[in-house]
């Protein structure tokens, strides 16, 4: 059984960063895709980030993109989102997922949608003040 544990979260000024971290027991990470989704209170959860699982690919949402970096360290079996000139807007508790299937295609670009992703964190709240 696949279990994520995200950690790093916490209160941060707008303009600061902060870098989040989740880790997997169970299966490793290798030949799954990535990602990071957001939730605002009483708002639907948003994709954040994406990686590939060859870490060839990655996506980003608009309102995140030049500003947040996902990465993957699969020696680690650990999956890093660096969040940097944090806004208000990007409060919300932040989930970490794990790709339903096994991709092979080495420049897969990896999903955005949550129905992809089968195994999820339970999340670390992110609050950031102006």
């Known amino acids: 059984q696949v279990q994520l544990v995200e950690s790093g979260g916490g209160l941060v000024q707008a303009g600061g960063s902060l870098r989040l971290s989740c880790a997997a027991s169970?299966?490793?990470?290798?030949?799954?895709?990535l990602a990071w989704f957001r939730q605002a209170p009483e708002k639907e959860r948003e994709f954040v980030a994406a990686?590939?699982?060859?870490?060839?690919?990655?996506r980003y949402a608009d309102s995140v993109k030049g500003r947040f970096t996902i990465s993957r360290d699969d020696a680690k079996n650990t999956v890093y989102l660096q969040m940097n000139s944090l806004k208000p807007e990007d409060t919300g508790v932040y989930y970490c997922?794990?790709?339903?299937?096994?991709?092979?295609?080495?420049?897969?670009?990896?999903?955005?949608?949550?129905?992809?992703?089968?195994?999820w964190g339970q999340g670390t709240q992110v609050t950031v003040s102006s």
């Open positions: 169970g299966r490793t990470f290798s030949n799954y895709g």
């Open positions: 990686i590939n699982w060859a870490g060839t690919s990655t």
């Open positions: 997922a794990r790709d339903r299937y096994m991709r092979t295609i080495i420049h897969v670009t990896p999903a955005e949608t949550p129905d992809e992703y089968a195994y």
